[in-house]
């Protein structure tokens, strides 16, 4: 399977999630949950990591935090070895601890940020680790005690001060006490139950928590799926999966580059987007930013038809056929293809 490609930058915030190797535990006592919590504190310091919410069972954990500098695989590659090391040591183990790569997923500060601090809050009562009944700020491995607690009684090395903030609650002793009646007033919606909280619109957070690498609004998915080319060295083409890139990264990134393309395009042939929409299915102009998106960008036909208003991906093939005889004979045609290609070398 591809390694998935790490998107690095200042002040960048993550929802990192580890299993255990073989669906086997990451913690068999206390004196385990212990050490993985003081290794998790060593690297905090270490990184300079904003820690907002992080939940420990036994066979898996959830982090999310925010890099002030680009430090997420420094500081990972760290944690990890360090925590398997310590736990191998201890329980006289050798191996893997976990299971393949962590999984990293760039998170959007706004609603999609306070969605993933509730989310992680209310995993130890989806594992049934801890019960409304019992008071779920008593699960003893989770920051969501420390946002109950006064600040001279929380861990330092823990934002509550930071996470209460952005999710709207006064650090004060009635302000906390708001914050945990509704964070028990998410556990018992049924829509909610495996995802712990309503997510954004247009946002699926199971989805995302299993297989994605995203969770924002469409602008920012844009915005990382041009860093992941960036962090390729690859200003043109997604390229395939031998290249580092997962599946959703690939697509992303592919639609995010044709994108730009379109709006490079349209600024070269001089339609706007309500005359895109209008235009013949087979317009050379449209053939034009067709030529550029599949040079430079892997979209499928069908997405290109669709947001080029060609109709079915057999119009985009016609339109790029008629479009070569047109590049063949008429010079203001060949004179607007150098401009859209001289664009590319302009912004690469």
Known sequence: ??????????????????????????????????????????????????????????????????????????????????????????????????????????????????????????????????????????????????????????????????GLEHLGYADTAAGRRKFLADTEGLVDKSRLTRAGIDPPEGASLQVTVERGWCFGSEEFREKMSLLVGAAKGDTGTAGSKANGYSGSQTNDHAEATARLWIERGLEVVGLSREELATANKTDWRKAMIVRSIRKHSSVKLDWIAKELHMGVRSGVTRAEQMLKVKLANKKQVQRMWRKIEEMHHFYA
Not at 29 to 42: I, K, N
Not at 142 to 152: E, G, M, T, V
């Open 1 to 162: 399977m591809p390694r998935q490609v790490r998107v690095q930058y200042e002040d960048a915030i993550y929802h990192v999630m580890a299993r255990g190797n073989r669906l086997d535990k990451i913690v068999r006592s206390d004196a385990d949950r212990e050490v993985f919590e003081a290794t998790l504190e060593e690297v905090v310091g270490r990184t300079g990591w904003r820690v907002y919410a992080y939940a420990l069972i036994d066979n898996h954990y959830h982090l999310v935090f925010k890099t002030l500098k680009a430090n997420l695989v420094e500081g990972m590659t760290w944690f990890q070895n360090t925590v398997t090391k310590r736990h191998n040591a201890r329980n006289k183990l050798r191996g893997h601890l976990f299971s393949g790569r962590y999984k990293a997923v760039l998170v959007e500060e706004n609603d999609y940020l306070s969605t993933l601090i509730h989310y992680v809050h209310l995993n130890p009562v989806r594992a049934k680790l801890v019960a409304v009944k019992d008071g779920i700020e008593n699960y003893p491995w989770c920051s969501l005690a420390d946002y109950i607690k006064p600040a001279s009684k929380r861990r330092s090395w823990i934002a509550v001060g930071a």
